[in-house]
């Protein structure tokens, strides 16, 4: 079975940090491109970050950008967010997600085929 | 940046067709693709490149985008079908391409 596990939200106080993981099952995960989502809550989707498939190429919303650093360890099958000078409004469930790429007649695309159930940070003091 | 925007309800009786719009600037020259939220749950893609149904997701989904418009549209609609859904798409038209999420539309099945 296919499966994206995330584990190591918490209540962590503005400023500080947390490491967040995810353990990818059932699939090649060396062979796709993955991302975390956040959603605050209450509020909508928000794509947080994105790394290919051996990590070379990595990319930020701009308001987690020189914060957030996100990894990957295909050996461990595994994704990481490091969250650093966290804000009250880094509060939110955060998803991994794996991406799948397609290309087209309007040109390449990605989207998220595969959801983990998602772990909680509440940054608050 | 590019937006997305859906408008935050939509309420529909059972057996009728709900159809959920995703405005965007020349949206039809991207592929959209569409997501189901359950409360409590994590997403569950739904419609992907405009509309094509993963596997498992009824026939009863569809999709459309052309122009400044993406649709979602649930026909037959069941009461298990209540439930957000959003809109994505890829933003590759500039140096810091991103992932976009339309604002979120609430189904409610009178």
């Known amino acids: 079975e296919v499966q994206l596990v995330e584990s190591g939200g918490g209540l962590v106080q503005p400023g500080g940090s947390l490491r967040l993981s995810c353990a990818a099952s059932g699939f090649t995960f060396s062979s796709y491109e993955m991302n975390w989502v956040r959603q605050a809550p209450g509020k909508g989707l928000e794509w947080v970050s994105y790394i290919s498939s051996s990590g070379s190429t990595i990319y930020y919303a701009d308001s987690v950008k020189g914060r957030f650093t996100i990894s990957r360890d295909n050996a461990k099958n595994s994704l990481y967010l490091q969250m650093n000078s966290l804000r009250a409004e880094d509060t939110a469930v955060y998803y991994c997600?794996?991406?799948?790429?397609?290309?087209?007649?309007?040109?390449?695309?990605?989207?998220?085929?595969?959801w983990g159930k998602g772990t909680t940070v509440t940054v608050s003091s | 940046s590019y937006v997305l925007t859906q408008p935050p309800s939509v309420s529909v009786a059972p057996g009728k067709t709900a159809r959920i719009t995703c405005g965007g600037n020349?949206?039809?020259?991207?592929?959209v693709h569409w997501y189901q939220q359950k409360p409590g749950q994590a997403p569950v893609l739904v419609i992907y490149?405009?509309?094509d149904r993963p596997s498992g997701i009824p026939e009863r989904f569809s999709g459309s985008n052309s122009g400044n418009t993406a649709t979602l549209t649930i026909s037959r609609v069941e009461a298990g079908d209540e439930a957000d859904y959003y809109c994505?798409?890829?933003?590759?038209?500039?140096?810091?391409?991103?992932?976009?999420f339309g604002t979120g539309t609430k189904v409610t099945v009178l």
């Open positions: 020349n949206i039809g020259s991207k592929s």
């Open positions: 490149y405009d509309s």
């Open positions: 997600a794996r991406d799948v790429y397609g290309s087209g007649s309007k040109g390449y695309y990605y989207y998220m085929d595969v």
């Open positions: 994505q798409v890829w933003d590759s038209s500039s140096d810091h391409p991103r992932d976009v």
